[in-house]
């Protein structure tokens, strides 16, 4: 028999007892889908989470002090008052030729800010003029502050999204309005863009202020709690030893000690989502194709259960001439045939379901 008259009997088989060749593709149907479906939102939760870290600045590194731990925390602070102020122009005039970009000093608290009669608790970063450079971000309204208010300790702030919504729901213009940041009041000199989630939250929920005015006036401290610095492109890893090297220099560190600060980049949060990401959808896939393989053991099943059933029908085939092989053939392209278009039906159901869109860029 040629493979055209196996495939004819195959399809006669099948469509005689429709509702049997239903139920037994159904375990295929629910395998393939679960499958693709899985691996689907693995894949799309991997992109997020790049696309998100890669929207805090591609390029950014985050040193704080700190010599273990958890260096990839929600920007872990450390207790120690390593980090001098004076080490950001240092970093800039020594490694601006060779791996940084810029570079600034940070500082992070959080306050209840006060508008009228609205009150909302946000963090207040006090941060330099280099921000939005480090971050990728920009000002959808006003102004950023500037040099001269850093050094000044002028009481401008700069609000995110969220905040803004927050305390001038009623769509003002927070521009050159006064709010009150804890006790000590603060005028709006601008609004960032937003900047939407991030790897640790909501990245608008923020007010940016000069971190001398942040540091001494609110934290009344006189030492910086970290600094943000960006390098130049695809000198991530040269950027980190550099400064690492300069930092130690400077902090007249043993060889043999270990670094009292931690350097961060994002290639490293990039790096540790991707292999968790990859474990997830390894796991997704894994428990869905049990259901893959509970669907072929039902095509087997029911085959077996059709052989049974269908002995007059193979009787006289073998008495008209058809040989073992021949009825081995017909059953086996008919089991084909069932797992085939449970599979069609699979992924058809898989690309319409959240899994299959999450295959998409």
């Known amino acids: 028999m040629s493979p055209t008259e196996f495939l004819k009997l195959a399809l006669f088989a099948i469509t005689r007892n429709k509702m049997r060749a239903f139920l037994t593709m159904l375990g295929i149907i629910v395998g393939v889908g679960a499958v693709i ?8 939760s991997k992109r997020a989470s790049i696309a998100l870290i890669q929207n805090m600045g591609s390029n ?77 971000w920009d000002v959808e309204s006003g102004r950023f502050f500037t040099d001269a208010e850093v050094r000044g300790m002028a009481k401008v702030c700069v609000l995110g999204q969220t ?39 909501d990245q608008d929920d923020l007010i940016v202020a000069p971190y001398t005015s942040v540091m ?48 961060r980049k994002q290639d490293d949060i990039v790096q540790m989502q991707t292999q968790q990401a990859g474990i997830l959808t390894a796991l997704l896939a894994v428990a869905a194709s049990i259901s893959l393989v509970v669907g072929g053991i039902g095509i087997s099943n029911i085959m077996l259960v059709s052989v049974t059933e269908r002995t007059r029908e193979i009787g006289v085939r073998r008495a008209l001439g058809a040989t073992q092989r021949n009825i081995l053939w017909q059953f086996l392209v008919e089991a084909v045939v069932l797992a085939f278009f449970g599979g069609i039906i699979g992924v058809a159901f898989a690309d319409t379901s959240d899994g299959g869109f999450a295959l998409r860029p």
Do not use: C
């Open 37 to 44: 479906a899985m691996i689907g939102i693995g894949e799309g």
């Open 60 to 136: 950014m590194l985050t040193i704080f002090p700190g010599s273990g731990g958890n260096r990839f925390g929600p920007m872990a602070m450390g207790s120690a008052d390593i980090l001098l102020e004076s080490d950001v122009p240092l970093i800039k005039q020594e490694l601006a030729h060779s791996s940084v970009v810029t570079a600034t000093q940070q500082v992070q608290t959080t306050r209840p800010i006060i508008y009228q009669g609205y009150n909302y608790v946000t963090q207040i970063q006090g941060t330099g003029p280099e921000f939005l450079e480090i971050r990728g």
């Open 163 to 201: 905040v803004k919504d927050n305390l001038f729901p009623n769509g003002d213009d927070p521009v050159g309005q006064t709010v009150r940041v804890g006790a000590l009041p603060f005028m709006v000199v601008g609004v960032l863009e937003k900047k939407g989630a991030g790897m640790w939250g």
């Open 216 to 263: 001494r006036k609110i934290m009344g401290r006189d030492k910086i709690q970290r600094i943000m610095a960006s390098a130049q492109e695809g000198k991530a890893e040269l950027a980190e030893s550099e400064i690492t090297a300069l930092l130690r220099q400077r902090m007249k560190v043993a060889p043999k000690d270990d670094n009292p600060f931690m350097i």
